[in-house]
Protein backbone atom coordinates (compact mmCIF):
# COMPACT_ATOMS: atom_id res chain seq x y z
CA UNK A 1 0.00 0.00 0.00
CA UNK A 2 1.30 3.41 -1.25
CA UNK A 3 2.57 5.23 1.48
CA UNK A 4 4.03 8.88 2.69
CA UNK A 5 5.94 11.61 4.36
CA UNK A 6 4.84 14.82 5.09
CA UNK A 7 7.43 17.53 6.79
CA UNK A 8 6.20 20.82 7.88
CA UNK A 9 8.96 23.76 7.95
CA UNK A 10 6.84 26.37 9.50
CA UNK A 11 8.57 29.38 8.51
CA UNK A 12 8.74 32.33 6.07
CA UNK A 13 10.68 35.55 4.86
CA UNK A 14 7.23 37.58 5.72
CA UNK A 15 3.35 36.51 6.81
CA UNK A 16 1.11 37.07 3.41
CA UNK A 17 -1.69 38.88 4.07
CA UNK A 18 -4.21 36.37 3.70
CA UNK A 19 -2.55 33.63 5.16
CA UNK A 20 -3.28 31.44 8.20
CA UNK A 21 -1.15 28.25 7.99
CA UNK A 22 1.34 27.29 10.79
CA UNK A 23 4.43 29.65 10.31
CA UNK A 24 6.38 32.17 11.60
CA UNK A 25 8.68 34.90 10.34
CA UNK A 26 11.95 36.12 11.82
CA UNK A 27 13.56 32.78 13.24
CA UNK A 28 16.69 32.57 13.94
CA UNK A 29 19.56 30.15 12.27
CA UNK A 30 19.41 28.63 16.17
CA UNK A 31 15.48 28.17 15.94
CA UNK A 32 16.29 26.97 12.55
CA UNK A 33 18.86 24.13 13.41
CA UNK A 34 17.01 23.08 16.61
CA UNK A 35 13.93 22.32 14.52
CA UNK A 36 15.39 20.24 11.84
CA UNK A 37 17.09 18.25 15.08
CA UNK A 38 13.84 17.62 15.72
CA UNK A 39 12.13 16.69 13.33
CA UNK A 40 14.77 14.07 12.64
CA UNK A 41 13.97 12.70 16.58
CA UNK A 42 10.47 13.12 15.66
CA UNK A 43 10.69 10.57 13.05
CA UNK A 44 13.07 8.25 15.60
CA UNK A 45 10.21 8.11 17.52
CA UNK A 46 7.99 6.82 14.94
CA UNK A 47 10.88 4.64 13.35
CA UNK A 48 10.71 3.35 17.24
CA UNK A 49 7.09 2.59 17.76
CA UNK A 50 6.16 0.87 14.59
CA UNK A 51 6.87 -0.72 11.56
CA UNK A 52 6.85 1.83 9.06
CA UNK A 53 6.49 0.54 5.05
CA UNK A 54 8.88 1.89 2.38
CA UNK A 55 7.73 5.72 1.60
CA UNK A 56 6.77 6.46 -2.25
CA UNK A 57 6.68 10.14 -1.44
CA UNK A 58 7.79 12.89 0.71
CA UNK A 59 6.19 16.69 0.69
CA UNK A 60 8.34 19.39 2.47
CA UNK A 61 5.96 22.08 3.27
CA UNK A 62 5.17 25.23 4.85
CA UNK A 63 5.60 27.86 5.75
CA UNK A 64 8.55 27.89 3.51
CA UNK A 65 11.05 25.46 3.19
CA UNK A 66 13.59 27.19 1.25
CA UNK A 67 13.91 29.28 4.02
CA UNK A 68 16.25 26.96 5.45
CA UNK A 69 19.32 27.37 4.25
CA UNK A 70 20.84 24.44 1.66
CA UNK A 71 23.30 23.14 4.62
CA UNK A 72 19.52 22.56 6.78
CA UNK A 73 17.98 21.16 4.02
CA UNK A 74 21.02 18.95 3.45
CA UNK A 75 21.00 17.48 6.82
CA UNK A 76 17.13 17.14 6.67
CA UNK A 77 16.37 15.25 3.64
CA UNK A 78 20.04 13.45 4.14
CA UNK A 79 18.67 12.18 7.57
CA UNK A 80 15.54 11.61 5.89
CA UNK A 81 16.68 9.65 3.17
CA UNK A 82 19.11 7.18 5.86
CA UNK A 83 16.70 7.08 8.62
CA UNK A 84 13.21 5.93 6.66
CA UNK A 85 12.50 3.14 3.96
CA UNK A 86 11.76 4.30 0.33
CA UNK A 87 10.71 2.74 -2.55
CA UNK A 88 13.12 2.66 -5.49
CA UNK A 89 11.55 6.01 -7.62
CA UNK A 90 10.31 7.84 -4.87
CA UNK A 91 8.49 11.17 -5.39
CA UNK A 92 10.04 14.46 -3.77
CA UNK A 93 8.31 17.39 -3.50
CA UNK A 94 9.83 20.93 -2.03
CA UNK A 95 7.58 24.05 -1.83
CA UNK A 96 9.05 26.97 -2.43
CA UNK A 97 8.35 30.81 -2.92
CA UNK A 98 10.33 31.97 -5.73
CA UNK A 99 11.28 35.02 -3.76
CA UNK A 100 12.91 32.53 -1.03
CA UNK A 101 14.75 29.99 -4.20
CA UNK A 102 18.33 30.32 -6.24
CA UNK A 103 19.96 28.73 -8.56
CA UNK A 104 22.52 27.35 -6.22
CA UNK A 105 19.60 26.08 -3.28
CA UNK A 106 17.87 24.21 -6.37
CA UNK A 107 20.39 22.60 -7.99
CA UNK A 108 21.41 21.62 -3.87
CA UNK A 109 17.78 20.28 -3.80
CA UNK A 110 18.49 18.43 -7.07
CA UNK A 111 21.81 16.58 -5.94
CA UNK A 112 19.78 16.14 -2.67
CA UNK A 113 17.14 13.87 -4.46
CA UNK A 114 14.51 16.44 -4.87
CA UNK A 115 12.67 15.42 -8.29
CA UNK A 116 9.46 17.82 -7.66
CA UNK A 117 8.60 21.93 -7.21
CA UNK A 118 6.11 23.49 -5.91
CA UNK A 119 6.08 27.27 -6.38
CA UNK A 120 3.84 29.13 -4.60
CA UNK A 121 3.22 31.85 -7.75
CA UNK A 122 -0.36 33.36 -6.75
CA UNK A 123 -0.69 35.94 -9.31
CA UNK A 124 1.85 37.16 -12.09
CA UNK A 125 0.32 40.73 -11.57
CA UNK A 126 2.49 42.91 -9.38
CA UNK A 127 -0.84 45.00 -7.70
CA UNK A 128 -2.51 41.38 -6.54
CA UNK A 129 1.08 40.53 -5.67
CA UNK A 130 1.43 43.50 -3.34
CA UNK A 131 -2.43 42.82 -2.12
CA UNK A 132 -1.35 39.34 -0.97
CA UNK A 133 1.58 40.24 0.87
CA UNK A 134 3.37 38.25 -1.76
CA UNK A 135 8.10 38.85 -1.07
CA UNK A 136 8.11 37.80 -5.10
CA UNK A 137 7.66 39.76 -8.32
CA UNK A 138 6.14 37.79 -11.61
CA UNK A 139 9.77 37.71 -12.92
CA UNK A 140 10.91 35.86 -10.09
CA UNK A 141 8.60 33.36 -10.85
CA UNK A 142 9.98 32.81 -14.70
CA UNK A 143 13.32 32.87 -13.29
CA UNK A 144 12.59 30.10 -10.29
CA UNK A 145 10.86 28.04 -12.41
CA UNK A 146 13.58 28.30 -14.78
CA UNK A 147 16.22 27.20 -12.62
CA UNK A 148 14.93 24.84 -11.40
CA UNK A 149 14.84 23.12 -14.97
CA UNK A 150 17.98 24.04 -15.09
CA UNK A 151 18.77 22.37 -12.05
CA UNK A 152 17.19 19.03 -13.34
CA UNK A 153 13.88 19.28 -11.54
CA UNK A 154 11.73 18.46 -13.87
CA UNK A 155 8.07 17.97 -12.33
CA UNK A 156 7.31 21.68 -11.82
CA UNK A 157 3.65 23.02 -9.87
CA UNK A 158 2.47 26.13 -9.67
CA UNK A 159 -0.60 27.38 -7.07
CA UNK A 160 -2.60 30.05 -8.70
CA UNK A 161 -5.08 31.97 -6.57
CA UNK A 162 -8.95 33.25 -7.78
CA UNK A 163 -11.47 35.23 -6.04
CA UNK A 164 -9.08 38.59 -4.99
CA UNK A 165 -10.76 41.01 -4.45
CA UNK A 166 -10.81 43.43 -7.63
CA UNK A 167 -9.97 40.47 -10.09
CA UNK A 168 -11.96 40.62 -13.13
CA UNK A 169 -12.77 36.96 -15.42
CA UNK A 170 -10.43 38.90 -17.96
CA UNK A 171 -7.84 39.27 -15.12
CA UNK A 172 -7.35 36.01 -14.03
CA UNK A 173 -7.90 35.00 -17.60
CA UNK A 174 -4.81 37.00 -17.74
CA UNK A 175 -3.09 34.89 -14.70
CA UNK A 176 -3.70 31.48 -16.59
CA UNK A 177 -2.19 32.38 -20.20
CA UNK A 178 0.96 33.71 -18.15
CA UNK A 179 1.00 30.45 -16.37
CA UNK A 180 0.75 28.65 -19.35
CA UNK A 181 2.66 30.64 -21.34
CA UNK A 182 5.83 29.86 -19.16
CA UNK A 183 9.18 28.43 -20.74
CA UNK A 184 9.14 26.41 -18.28
CA UNK A 185 5.96 24.77 -18.21
CA UNK A 186 4.69 23.37 -15.32
CA UNK A 187 3.13 20.05 -15.55
CA UNK A 188 0.98 20.47 -12.59
CA UNK A 189 -1.50 23.37 -11.53
CA UNK A 190 -3.37 23.71 -8.11
CA UNK A 191 -5.99 26.38 -7.87
CA UNK A 192 -6.83 28.16 -4.65
CA UNK A 193 -9.71 30.31 -4.12
CA UNK A 194 -9.44 33.37 -1.71
CA UNK A 195 -10.50 32.59 1.80
CA UNK A 196 -10.67 35.40 3.72
CA UNK A 197 -9.39 33.78 6.99
CA UNK A 198 -10.04 35.07 10.52
CA UNK A 199 -7.15 36.97 11.85
CA UNK A 200 -5.51 37.15 8.82
CA UNK A 201 -4.88 40.71 7.80
CA UNK A 202 -6.82 40.61 4.72
CA UNK A 203 -9.80 39.54 6.70
CA UNK A 204 -9.28 42.87 8.95
CA UNK A 205 -9.39 44.71 6.09
CA UNK A 206 -11.83 43.45 4.61
CA UNK A 207 -14.30 43.48 7.35
CA UNK A 208 -13.10 47.69 7.81
CA UNK A 209 -13.95 48.01 4.31
CA UNK A 210 -11.04 48.50 2.69
CA UNK A 211 -11.36 46.14 0.16
CA UNK A 212 -13.62 45.79 -2.76
CA UNK A 213 -16.61 43.39 -2.33
CA UNK A 214 -16.21 40.54 -4.50
CA UNK A 215 -18.93 39.04 -6.70
CA UNK A 216 -20.17 36.12 -5.28
CA UNK A 217 -20.58 34.53 -8.70
CA UNK A 218 -17.25 35.61 -9.84
CA UNK A 219 -15.16 32.72 -7.98
CA UNK A 220 -17.71 30.28 -9.99
CA UNK A 221 -16.92 31.84 -13.46
CA UNK A 222 -13.34 32.28 -12.71
CA UNK A 223 -13.51 28.36 -11.57
CA UNK A 224 -15.47 27.17 -14.63
CA UNK A 225 -13.00 29.39 -16.82
CA UNK A 226 -9.63 27.78 -15.60
CA UNK A 227 -11.81 23.94 -15.87
CA UNK A 228 -12.61 24.80 -19.83
CA UNK A 229 -9.10 26.51 -20.59
CA UNK A 230 -6.87 23.92 -18.62
CA UNK A 231 -8.28 21.42 -20.07
CA UNK A 232 -7.85 23.07 -23.89
CA UNK A 233 -4.13 23.31 -22.83
CA UNK A 234 -3.60 19.39 -22.21
CA UNK A 235 -3.88 19.16 -18.22
CA UNK A 236 -6.47 17.02 -16.82
CA UNK A 237 -8.37 17.45 -14.27
CA UNK A 238 -7.89 15.08 -11.95
CA UNK A 239 -9.19 16.90 -8.25
CA UNK A 240 -11.39 19.91 -7.81
CA UNK A 241 -8.73 21.93 -7.29
CA UNK A 242 -6.10 20.04 -9.71
CA UNK A 243 -5.09 19.72 -12.98
CA UNK A 244 -1.72 18.15 -14.61
CA UNK A 245 -0.46 16.73 -17.76
CA UNK A 246 -0.70 13.24 -18.24
CA UNK A 247 1.82 11.64 -15.34
CA UNK A 248 2.41 14.87 -13.83
CA UNK A 249 -0.04 14.33 -10.98
CA UNK A 250 1.10 14.73 -7.86
CA UNK A 251 1.61 11.23 -5.85
CA UNK A 252 1.89 12.63 -2.30
CA UNK A 253 -1.25 14.44 -2.68
CA UNK A 254 -3.29 11.76 -4.45
CA UNK A 255 -2.19 9.44 -0.90
CA UNK A 256 -4.62 12.04 1.17
CA UNK A 257 -7.47 11.49 -0.85
CA UNK A 258 -6.85 7.99 -1.44
CA UNK A 259 -6.85 7.66 2.44
CA UNK A 260 -3.36 6.11 2.51
CA UNK A 261 -1.36 6.03 5.68
CA UNK A 262 1.21 8.88 5.71
CA UNK A 263 3.40 10.26 8.42
CA UNK A 264 3.63 14.03 9.49
CA UNK A 265 6.32 15.49 11.22
CA UNK A 266 6.70 18.83 12.59
CA UNK A 267 5.21 21.51 14.49
CA UNK A 268 1.53 21.92 13.02
CA UNK A 269 1.68 18.73 10.64
CA UNK A 270 -1.11 16.37 10.91
CA UNK A 271 -0.59 12.29 10.28
CA UNK A 272 -2.71 9.00 9.39
CA UNK A 273 -0.83 6.19 10.82
CA UNK A 274 -2.52 2.81 12.18
CA UNK A 275 -6.24 4.22 11.29
CA UNK A 276 -5.28 7.70 13.78
CA UNK A 277 -5.55 10.81 12.08
CA UNK A 278 -3.38 12.95 13.71
CA UNK A 279 -2.30 16.63 14.64
CA UNK A 280 1.04 17.78 15.89
CA UNK A 281 0.84 21.31 18.09
CA UNK A 282 1.15 24.17 16.27
CA UNK A 283 3.16 25.92 19.08
CA UNK A 284 7.10 26.20 18.22
CA UNK A 285 8.32 25.60 21.72
CA UNK A 286 5.67 22.96 22.87
CA UNK A 287 6.91 21.22 20.09
CA UNK A 288 10.42 21.38 20.59
CA UNK A 289 10.28 20.52 24.08
CA UNK A 290 7.84 17.68 23.65
CA UNK A 291 9.96 16.38 21.02
CA UNK A 292 13.05 16.63 22.97
CA UNK A 293 11.79 14.67 26.35
CA UNK A 294 10.88 12.00 23.65
CA UNK A 295 7.28 12.59 23.39
CA UNK A 296 5.35 12.47 20.12
CA UNK A 297 3.78 16.21 20.06
CA UNK A 298 0.49 14.99 19.16
CA UNK A 299 -2.32 18.00 20.05
CA UNK A 300 -5.00 15.80 18.78
CA UNK A 301 -5.61 12.04 17.69
CA UNK A 302 -9.16 10.17 16.38
CA UNK A 303 -9.26 6.59 15.56
CA UNK A 304 -11.11 6.82 11.83
CA UNK A 305 -13.34 3.43 12.10
CA UNK A 306 -17.28 2.77 10.85
CA UNK A 307 -19.47 5.42 9.81
CA UNK A 308 -16.45 8.13 10.09
CA UNK A 309 -14.20 5.72 7.81
CA UNK A 310 -17.15 5.28 5.37
CA UNK A 311 -18.18 9.56 5.22
CA UNK A 312 -14.24 9.53 4.71
CA UNK A 313 -13.89 7.87 1.75
CA UNK A 314 -17.23 9.14 0.15
CA UNK A 315 -15.88 12.92 0.74
CA UNK A 316 -12.15 12.02 -0.12
CA UNK A 317 -12.67 10.13 -2.73
CA UNK A 318 -15.19 12.52 -4.25
CA UNK A 319 -12.63 15.22 -4.63
CA UNK A 320 -11.23 13.10 -7.16
CA UNK A 321 -12.44 13.14 -10.80
CA UNK A 322 -12.57 9.44 -10.95
CA UNK A 323 -14.27 9.65 -7.70
CA UNK A 324 -15.11 6.76 -5.40
CA UNK A 325 -14.44 3.28 -6.17
CA UNK A 326 -17.77 1.19 -5.46
CA UNK A 327 -14.58 -1.89 -5.46
CA UNK A 328 -13.11 -0.13 -2.59
CA UNK A 329 -15.79 0.88 -0.51
CA UNK A 330 -17.21 -2.52 -0.68
CA UNK A 331 -13.90 -4.37 0.24
CA UNK A 332 -13.21 -1.64 3.16
CA UNK A 333 -16.66 -2.10 4.96
CA UNK A 334 -18.38 -4.89 3.51
CA UNK A 335 -20.89 -3.55 2.33
CA UNK A 336 -22.10 -0.92 -1.17
CA UNK A 337 -21.79 2.90 -0.60
CA UNK A 338 -25.58 2.43 -2.17
CA UNK A 339 -26.68 0.20 1.68
CA UNK A 340 -25.10 3.26 3.55
CA UNK A 341 -25.93 5.99 1.44
CA UNK A 342 -28.72 5.47 -0.83
CA UNK A 343 -30.54 8.02 0.38
CA UNK A 344 -28.26 10.45 -0.36
CA UNK A 345 -26.68 9.15 -3.60
CA UNK A 346 -30.45 9.28 -5.03
CA UNK A 347 -30.94 12.97 -4.20
CA UNK A 348 -27.22 14.37 -5.39
CA UNK A 349 -27.83 12.15 -8.57
CA UNK A 350 -31.74 14.11 -8.89
CA UNK A 351 -29.72 17.34 -8.39
CA UNK A 352 -27.65 16.70 -11.24
CA UNK A 353 -24.40 17.07 -8.46
CA UNK A 354 -23.31 12.84 -9.25
CA UNK A 355 -23.08 10.78 -11.60
CA UNK A 356 -22.54 6.86 -11.59
CA UNK A 357 -19.33 6.17 -13.69
CA UNK A 358 -17.62 2.34 -14.36
CA UNK A 359 -16.16 2.84 -10.97
CA UNK A 360 -18.86 3.77 -8.75
CA UNK A 361 -19.29 7.74 -8.21
CA UNK A 362 -18.18 10.94 -9.03
CA UNK A 363 -18.78 14.39 -8.72
CA UNK A 364 -21.10 16.35 -12.33
CA UNK A 365 -19.55 19.38 -13.71
CA UNK A 366 -22.58 20.63 -11.70
CA UNK A 367 -21.32 18.71 -8.47
CA UNK A 368 -17.65 20.57 -8.57
CA UNK A 369 -19.07 23.89 -7.89
CA UNK A 370 -20.90 23.00 -4.86
CA UNK A 371 -18.53 20.34 -3.71
CA UNK A 372 -18.56 21.01 -0.17
CA UNK A 373 -22.10 21.28 -0.05
CA UNK A 374 -22.22 17.76 -1.75
CA UNK A 375 -19.61 16.39 0.21
CA UNK A 376 -21.65 17.59 4.02
CA UNK A 377 -24.30 15.13 2.99
CA UNK A 378 -21.90 11.81 3.98
CA UNK A 379 -20.93 13.62 6.75
S1 LIG B 1 4.54 31.90 1.96
FE1 LIG B 1 2.81 30.50 2.29
S2 LIG B 1 2.98 29.82 4.42
FE2 LIG B 1 4.32 31.61 4.18
S3 LIG B 1 3.07 33.33 4.85
FE3 LIG B 1 2.81 33.16 2.61
S4 LIG B 1 1.02 31.84 2.31
FE4 LIG B 1 1.68 31.61 4.45
Not at 56 to 64: H, K
Not at 126 to 142: F, K, T
Not at 162 to 187: I, N
Request: with cysteine; glycine share 10%; proline share 4%.
Amino acid sequence: MAFGVYVHIPFCVRRCHYCDFVSFEGMGAGDKDGYVRALLSEVDLYMESMDLPAADSLYLGGGTPTCLTGAQLAALLEGLRRKLRWSPDPEWTVEANPGAVDAELLRRLRDLGVNRLSLGVQSFDPAMLRLLGRIHSARQVYEAAAQARRAGIERLSVDLMYGLPGQSLAHWETTLERALEMTAAPGHISLYELNLEPGTRMKRWYDRGLLPRTDPDMGYEQYALAIDRLAQAGYGHYEISNFAKPGYESRHNLLYWRRRPYLGAGAGASGYLNGIRYANTDDFSLYLRQVRAGEKPRASEERVTGKLAMAEMMFLGLRLRSGVSRKDFCGEFGQTPEAVYGEEIADLRGAGLLRENAEGYALTRKGLFVASDVMTRFV
